[in-house]
């Protein structure tokens, strides 16, 4: 599903902050991209979202060849990623409900099913009573909540979570950890960059490690549960 | 009810988004006035060159020794066997008088001041007579006879209204590329003002259509309003400059358009205008958006 071989990647005429990655998930891998502050972490995240090219290397997302796909192709390739922001990436000025029914309505959702569709999701992570509220309103953590269900609204193939539950409380950190593992379940691929490592022990899944841009997979590709 | 879906794009909330309107209500009060004037002019030249106010006037200059009278009453008989001439009309001397008193001032026409009797000639609607040759036969028959041409400076008056009527289609142009200028210029900075919406819709898997789609709308909406607006002011001011009109009674005078094509194709002004905002905002949008990673 998601393959890179020797790929680089540098910000504009800056230094590599990348180096020869190498790597393999299979579709229904679940994965921990673990790595300290600096090493890389979102950078790769950005990489495998599609939000950047990479300076050298080989990126095979879904079967198709990144290097080689044209805007558009990049574009519906996008659709079949998740990804939850560190940041969040909230519309100001759009309530939790728009928010999370962009992706619906980017791919030509029906109207009265967005509005169903994503009234339960909000519900299921707890945001029932804020459902019209603006990004404004909300604490961290129900902003963060709100970035997950946008991200996880579409069943997408593949969900990228960059630190999803640095801001919420140990029991809805686990919860949503749960609907991740649920989703991964029905078979999205998940990979979830986190330096919470009590989750990583609680839960445990293979780990990818990121130091000084340079990758270590832990158990071997191929050999992920 | 069905909740009302918001935009995505909030370009509703940029600057342009107010005052836009009214650049499109003056451009389009502007390009209705100046279509207004093609129309008038071309259907003026058409009446001009087709000579429906075709009338000369004939000299008679006075000849000593010769009553006028008699001349008078032999040059009516002439032009009355003139093919083509509907009307002979002898105008009373005291008019030529109140003509002349109008340049050298009440009472000032002395009364020896040698004056030609004017002679009205109208000719039959759609019959071109040639006033030079009913010149020559007239003076053939009746010495100090002249012919006054309109035809001549309504010729002339021809080319001057098709001059203007070309300056007045190329202000309609200039208008509608003034429009278009603007839109690609408010399109360019609403993308720039929103790039992270922007930039987050492409990551969420959003084509380049989807979001120039909330660039056109936007545009159409503001060129619906302003074109409105600025039809209901020019339909006003052509009111009012027919009534003015009105009041002149000549038939030089060029009527406002009335015709029921002639309002329509005003009123296509404004949704003109809102169609080519949305084609160009389109267009600007797909354009700049290609250039985005």
């Known amino acids: 599903m998601v393959r890179f071989e020797n790929v680089g990647m540098r910000y504009g005429m800056g230094p590599e902050v990348l180096h020869d990655v190498t790597f393999e998930i299979n579709a229904g891998e679940f994965r921990y991209l673990v790595g300290p502050s600096g090493a890389g972490k979102t950078s ?68 009265s ?65 749960r609907l991740f593992e649920e989703l991964n379940r029905i078979g999205t691929t998940v990979v979830i960059a986190t330096h919470n490592q009590n989750m990583v022990a609680r839960n445990p899944h293979p780990v990818m490690t990121l130091g000084s841009g340079e990758l270590r ?9 | 009810m069905a909740r009302r879906v918001p935009a995505v794009v909030p370009l ?30 071309h ?41 083509g001439v509907s009307d002979v009309h002898v105008v009373a001397q005291s008019e030529t008088i109140d003509l002349i008193e109008r340049w050298l001032g009440a009472g000032n026409v002395p009364a020896d001041l040698p004056l030609p009797r004017l002679i009205d000639v109208a000719i039959a609607p759609g019959f071109g007579l040639d006033a030079e040759s009913l010149a020559f036969r007239l003076q053939a ?35 509608g590329l003034a429009a278009v200028a603007t839109v690609i210029f408010t399109t360019r900075m609403g993308i720039s003002i929103h790039r992270n919406v922007i930039e987050l819709l492409h990551l969420i898997g959003a084509r380049d259509s989807y979001v120039a789609a909330q660039f056109q709308r936007q545009a159409m909406l503001l060129g619906l309003r302003g ?12 009111y009012g400059l027919r009534h003015v009109a009105g009041r002149l009674e000549t038939p030089l005078a060029p009527d406002i358009p009335v015709a029921h094509w002639a309002w329509g194709l005003l009123v296509a002004v404004p949704v003109a205008t809102a169609l080519i905002a949305m084609v160009t905002a389109r267009l600007t949008a797909l354009r700049e958006l290609a250039k985005m990673p």
Not at chain 1, 217 to 225: E, L, N, Q
């Open chain 1, 44 to 111: 790769l995240l950005r990489l495998m979202y599609l939000a950047h090219r990479p300076s050298r290397g080989l990126i095979s997302m879904f079967g198709a060849d990144v290097m080689l796909a044209r805007r558009q192709e990049l574009m519906d390739l996008r659709r079949g990623i998740g990804v939850v922001f560190q940041d969040y990436r909230l519309l100001a000025h759009l309530s939790a409900l728009d928010n999370v029914a962009l992706p619906l309505r980017v791919a030509g959702a029906k109207e």
């Open chain 1, 113 to 177: 099913q967005v509005q169903e569709h994503v009234s339960e999701l909000l519900a299921w992570v707890g945001l029932a009573d804020h459902i019209h509220a603006l990004p404004e309103s909300l604490s961290g953590g129900q902003k963060q909540r709100v970035a997950i269900a946008r991200a996880v609204i579409t069943r997408p193939r593949l969900l990228l979570a960059d630190e999803p539950t640095g801001n919420l409380d140990e029991a809805l950190g686990q919860r949503l950890l």
């Open chain 1, 217 to 225: 997979v832990d158990p071997p590709i191929g050999k992920a549960s």
């Open chain 2, 12 to 41: 509703g909330r940029d600057a342009p988004s107010r005052f836009l309107p009214w650049i499109f209500a003056l451009m389009v009060y502007l390009a209705v006035l100046a279509l207004t004037g093609v129309l008038i002019l």
């Open chain 2, 43 to 83: 259907a003026a030249v058409e009446r001009w060159q087709r000579g429906e106010v075709d009338t000369l006037t004939v000299q008679l200059m006075p000849l000593d020794g010769e009553s006028e009278a008699a001349r008078l009453v032999k040059l009516q008989d002439l032009l009355g066997e003139v093919e």
């Open chain 2, 141 to 175: 028959s009746m010495p100090g006879v002249s012919v006054d041409d309109a035809k001549l400076w309504l010729d002339r008056l021809a080319d001057l209204g098709r001059s203007l009527e070309l300056l007045a289609i190329a202000v309609v142009v200039l208008i």
């Open chain 2, 227 to 238: 074109g409105v607006l600025g039809i209901v002011f020019a339909v006003a001011t052509l």
